[in-house]
């Protein structure tokens, strides 16, 4: 194993897992713990480790795993990192996402070279070194790394990742790693109590493989009484003050308060021998306060083809609620599903709501609901975001309805080897012979030049912006004088390769598409100014409606 660089201080590692079943909050603990941490002073980093083959979840489908996210320097990584980016003020990289597939496909790799000296290659030593190879290099230069490991305690594929923390905690040695389990507490109603067993037989599980949690946090729908606690903790061996509640919130943003006020962030200082600053939490307790008690309330549609699943959707989610904090307005989504909408139900779909929102997508499959929403949008006065493909779509039906070209279409939905001379949105000229899918798409930050006077320029109100990217197709330039002359105008450029990134239509009261994702930027302290914006000329709209 590659020897890391000795730090300036010995980063303290807190490793967090998951059992009894998946999607149990284990990302939402570890990111409100890197918020705390933060608020207490300290210098936190922040990874994730998921056990699946794939090498990242760029192409997988977003029913399955949810949304991709994408890191500023275009890695296409879990959902969680997200969270991570979002509750704490991390800028994270490709090093920050871990899949069992990369670390496979490195020891391979090595083994292909000869980098073994002809040694039996095996998943300990090989795999497991390169697991805490990647843990180590990440918490360089920081106080606290947080490393989650993906999946549920029990599943086999996750069992070299449990060995490599197993092997590390040995290595660190006491007091500078914790191991926090997040476990699921159910309440069986015809017995009227909560149940402890699963969460015992979870620890039974880490313990069998060499791994014993200092605490627990226990995710339940009801609150947990000092009895249950020392019920849980003697059977598995922790300190009763170990066993942490942690409640469903009316807000996901209340939980770093809600673990705070259950003494999560105290005890894992006590653990990792660390200075116990008090927290700085004043901006979480107003932006809360904000949500909870909201001014006044906007209605949004976002049109989709993965409404079924609103995981797929996160970042937006979460950053359109983040422009309603900028607000003081609650923001009610109303997700709408594209491959239904039609000329017959889209009035009934769109009533009531002052906002249209058409996110990034891929594939012919809810094009015809997506071109509906936007010319109602555009024909109705109603402020429009249009993100990556949704501002395709819009430049897709400003041709057809505005600029009269019936048949302007994308290249994407055209099959290899026909001509078409109507490609408003066309391929990359660099990305014609490309056959991989993953990571060769146009991903992470690049900059873009705003115009002066233009609504994009009034929203940022600064001339160089850089924002985060993951397509394949752009808009053809050789529309750019038709468009501009019938009023839909490029606002923001990337100079050095001429390509369009924002457009907007001047005749209208707030019409804005980006070819990036500015969702992946946008934080509850640090709203996003466009969908800032977005959410301001909807409480506009909404207005005059009833007036």
Known sequence: MKKIKQNKFQTKYVFVTGGVVSSIGKGLTAASLGALLQARGFSVTIMKCDPYLNVDPGTMSPFQHGEVYVTEDGAETDLDLGHYERFTQANLTRAHSVSAGQIYDTVISKERRGDYLGGTVQVIPHITDQIKHRILE?????????????????????????????????????????????????????????????????????????????MLVCRSEYPLDDNFKKKTALFCSVDPKNVVAANDAQTIYEVPLMLHNEGLDSILLETLNLKNKPPV??????????????????????????????ESYKSLHEALIHGGIA?????????????????????????????????????????????????????????????????????????????????????????????????VIDIMPEQKNIVDKGGTMRLGAFPCKLIAGSRAFKEYNQKIIFERHRHRYEFNNNYRALFEKRGLTCSGLYESRDLVEILELKSHPWFIGVQFHPEFKSRPLDPHPLFVGFISASLKEQKRQTL
């Open 138 to 214: 990440v918490g360089q230069g920081h106080e606290v790394a947080l490393v989650e490991i993906g999946g549920t305690v029990g599943d086999i594929e996750g069992l070299p990742f449990l060995e490599a923390i197993r092997q590390l905690r040995s290595d660190l040695g006491p007091g500078h790693s914790a191991l926090i389990h997040v476990t699921y507490v159910p309440y069986i109603k015809a017995a009227g109590e909560l149940k402890s067993k699963p969460t015992q037989h979870s620890v039974k599980e880490l313990r069998e493989i060499g791994l014993q949690p200092d």
């Open 281 to 310: 939490l004043e901006g979480w307790q107003k932006m809360v306060r904000v949500l909870k008690k909201p001014n006044k309330r906007v209605k949004i549609a976002l049109v989709g083809k993965y409404v079924d699943l609103k």
């Open 327 to 423: 607000n003081l307005s609650a923001v009610d989504i109303h997700y709408v599903d594209s491959d239904k909408l039609n000329h017959k139900t889209i009035k009934q779909e769109l009533k009531d709501v002052t906002g249209i929102l058409v996110p990034g997508g891929f594939g012919l499959r809810g094009v015809d609901g997506k071109l509906l929403a936007i010319q109602f949008a555009r024909e109705h006065k109603i402020p429009f975001f249009g993100i990556c493909y949704g501002m395709q779509l819009a430049a897709i039906e400003f041709a057809r309805n505005v600029c009269g070209i019936s048949k302007a279409t994308s290249r994407e939905w055209i099959s290899a080897g026909t001509e078409n001379e109507n490609c």
